[in-house]
């Protein structure tokens, strides 16, 4: 049985870089038929707070990554994690170490004077006929792993190939401050092993803590995960993709109208391929996933493609899904949706012409609100010669059966009467109807209005004639 995680530290938001490894996680656990654990990994209680796990938990329901198991909450596991450092006190994998913090500091600057790398010495680690000093009294001591001094600690990573620590590189880690508090490599293995961790799927500044926790976990007897270390995801312009590139938490792509499974499809294609495919949904994608084709190099952000890919979501989306996400952008901009036209009408009409719910929302909000096209446009169309074009057409409009097919014939009919090309008509029809220059086309457009609507939107047309300066 396959059992991934997925164990941010709530320290900010779900960024792009924590949402793909989310995504990874989940997808392989999916794919396998397998687990995925959320494990909220909250010990650095200075820098954890509860408004930025709750933002992790609103970016994953966000996402559509539901977990199988969790939330976990390593604050809440703190007796385990004292339980198994007392094992391992007992088992003689852990010693208590005495040594002062002003007296390790001492240590260090000294090594680093004599040009050796700063480590501790080992002078509180038991060995065979070796006489430890008294424990100096009143001193609670720190917890220290009894790493391995000789050989290599390995792995074979499923994205970066196989890595190789020799283990006179790593000294013996605290896994338990005087304070009793564990530390976070410690914390780690703990959960890895009783949350039966197969598949560690983690960004790769947690290299280093590979080593150690391998070390510790073969300590304890217990299995090593295998494990795949994603590469950073650089911004647009090459540089580690941070908050100088907008957007910081996946929310923040849910207020500028993308839709989750664009964002996801989007994050999947970001060090990962699957022949030619870019446009996929979730269900595709946990078919397909595998560690096997995941790229050791960064991968780049590139927003433009997102939104190319939003928008090729957007026209896949049934139009009655895409009317409950916009009605909500329309609601908070004071705009009440009518019954007539409908949202998901006006949606369908609009849903292949826009790149975002943002843009949507723009569009469908003039068919809603007390219209006032822009001065300028006005005067741009509604010249001399379109005005009697104009009225000729809304008089017959006022008999024709209300369909885009008769519209459009009237259409047609009116601008050859009047020797004109079709813009003539067209272009004033939809600044006065919408207030926008490009629109779907007029026949569509205007059959969305109930027929008054229409009417009384292009009667405007002579107010603005009849109060405008006259021109000399
Ligand atoms: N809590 C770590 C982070 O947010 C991840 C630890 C892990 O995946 O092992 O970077």
Same mark, same amino acid.
């Given at each position: 049985?396959?059992?991934?995680?997925?164990?941010?530290?709530?320290?900010?938001?779900?960024?792009?870089?924590?949402?793909?490894?989310?995504?990874?996680?989940?997808?392989?656990?999916?794919?396998?038929g397998?687990?995925?654990?959320?494990?909220?990994?909250?010990?650095?209680?200075?820098?954890?707070?509860?408004?930025?796990?709750?933002?992790?938990?609103?970016?994953?329901?966000?996402?559509?990554?539901?977990?199988?198991?969790?939330?976990?909450?390593?604050?809440q596991?703190?007796?385990?994690?004292?339980?198994?450092?007392?094992?391992?006190?007992?088992?003689?994998?852990?010693?208590?170490?005495?040594?002062?913090?002003?007296?390790?500091?001492?240590?260090?600057?000294?090594?680093?004077?004599?040009?050796?790398?700063?480590?501790?010495?080992?002078?509180?680690?038991?060995?065979?006929?070796?006489?430890?000093?008294?424990?100096?009294?009143?001193?609670?001591?720190?917890?220290?792993?009894? &790493?391995?001094? $000789?050989?290599?600690?390995?792995?074979? +990573?499923?994205?970066?190939?196989?890595?190789?620590?020799?283990?006179?590189?790593?000294?013996?880690?605290?896994? /338990?401050?005087? +304070?009793?508090?564990?530390?976070? &490599?410690?914390?780690?293995?703990? +959960?890895?092993?009783?949350?039966?961790?197969?598949?560690?799927?983690?960004?790769?500044?947690?290299?280093?803590?590979?080593?150690?926790?391998?070390?510790?976990?073969?300590?304890?007897?217990?299995?090593?995960?295998?494990?795949?270390?994603?590469?950073?995801?650089?911004?647009? $312009?090459?540089?580690k993709?941070?908050?100088?590139?907008? /957007?910081?938490?996946?929310?923040?792509?849910?207020?500028?109208?993308?839709l989750?499974?664009?964002?996801?499809?989007?994050?999947?294609?970001?060090?990962?391929?699957?022949? $030619?495919?870019?446009?996929?949904?979730?269900?595709?994608?946990?078919?397909?996933?595998?560690?096997?084709?995941?790229?050791?190099? /960064?991968a780049?952000?590139?927003?433009?493609?997102?939104?190319?890919?939003?928008?090729?979501?957007?026209?896949?989306?049934? /139009?009655?899904?895409?009317?409950?996400?916009?009605?909500?952008?329309?609601?908070?901009?004071?705009?009440?949706?009518?019954?007539?036209?409908?949202?998901?009408?006006?949606?369908?009409?609009?849903?292949?012409?826009?790149? &975002?719910?943002?843009?949507?929302?723009?569009v469908?909000?003039?068919?809603?609100? +007390?219209?006032?096209?822009?001065?300028?446009?006005?005067?741009?169309?509604l010249?001399?010669?379109?005005?009697?074009?104009?009225?000729?057409?809304?008089?017959?409009?006022?008999?024709?059966?209300?369909?885009?097919?008769?519209i459009?014939?009237?259409?047609?009919?009116?601008?050859?009467?009047?020797?004109?090309k079709?813009?003539?008509?067209?272009?004033?029809?939809?600044?006065?109807?919408?207030?926008?220059?490009?629109?779907?086309?007029?026949?569509?457009?205007?059959?969305?209005f109930?027929r008054?609507?229409?009417?009384?939107?292009?009667?405007?047309?002579?107010?603005?004639?009849?109060?405008?300066?006259?021109?000399?």
């Open positions: 049985m396959i059992r991934t995680r997925f164990a941010p530290s709530p320290t900010g938001f779900l960024h792009v870089g924590g949402a793909r490894t989310a995504l990874f996680s989940w997808a392989y656990a999916r794919r396998h397998g687990r995925f654990i959320l494990r909220v990994e909250d010990t650095d209680l200075v820098r954890s707070t509860p408004e930025a796990v709750q933002a992790i938990l609103d970016g994953m329901q966000w996402l559509g990554l539901a977990h199988d198991e969790g939330p976990f909450y390593q604050t596991r703190m007796p385990r994690y004292r339980e198994v450092i007392a094992e391992m006190l007992a088992a003689g994998t852990a010693y208590h170490c005495y040594m002062q913090p002003d007296e390790l500091d001492r240590l260090r600057a000294e090594q680093r004077e004599q040009g050796r790398k700063p480590r501790y010495d080992g002078r509180w680690r038991p060995q065979p006929g070796k006489r430890l000093p008294e424990p100096p009294a009143g001193i609670e001591p720190v917890v220290r792993f009894r &790493n391995p001094v $000789d050989g290599v600690v390995a792995w074979d +990573d499923l994205v970066k190939g196989r890595i190789e620590v020799a283990n006179s590189e790593l000294d013996d880690l605290v896994i /338990a401050r005087a +304070d009793g508090s564990p530390t976070y &490599n410690f914390c780690v293995v703990v +959960d890895d092993r009783d949350m039966g961790i197969t598949h560690v799927i983690r960004g790769d500044d947690h290299v280093n803590n590979t080593p150690r926790q391998i070390n510790i976990l073969q300590a304890l007897g217990a299995p090593v995960p295998l494990y795949a270390h994603l590469s950073m995801i650089l911004g647009d $312009d090459g540089q993709l941070s908050k100088r590139h907008g /957007a910081v938490s996946v929310m923040q792509y849910d207020d500028a109208g993308y989750p499974e664009a964002v996801l499809n989007y994050l999947a294609r970001l060090g990962w391929s699957h022949g $030619d495919d870019e446009i996929f949904s979730m269900q595709q994608f946990c078919e397909w996933f595998d560690l096997d084709h995941i790229t050791p190099s /960064a780049q952000f590139n927003s433009e493609k997102l939104n190319w890919l939003n928008a090729q979501h957007l026209r896949r989306c049934d /139009a009655g899904r895409l009317a409950a996400l916009v009605r909500p952008r329309l609601a908070a901009r004071g705009v009440v949706v009518g019954e007539t036209p409908s949202l998901a009408a006006i949606i369908e009409l609009h849903k292949e012409r826009v790149s &975002n719910l943002n843009e949507l929302a723009d469908a909000e003039v068919f809603y609100i +007390d219209l006032q096209p822009r001065s300028e446009l006005l005067a741009r169309h010249t001399p010669e379109a005005l009697p074009l104009l009225d000729d057409f809304a008089a017959r409009l006022a008999e024709v059966p209300w369909q885009a097919a008769a459009a014939a009237l259409i047609k009919e009116c601008v050859a009467r009047h020797g004109v079709m813009p003539k008509l067209a272009m004033p029809v939809r600044v006065l109807l919408t207030g926008l220059e490009q629109t779907p086309s007029v026949d569509a457009l205007m059959a969305l109930p008054t609507t229409a009417l009384e939107r292009l009667a405007r047309a002579r107010c603005v004639a009849s109060s405008a300066p006259r021109s000399v």
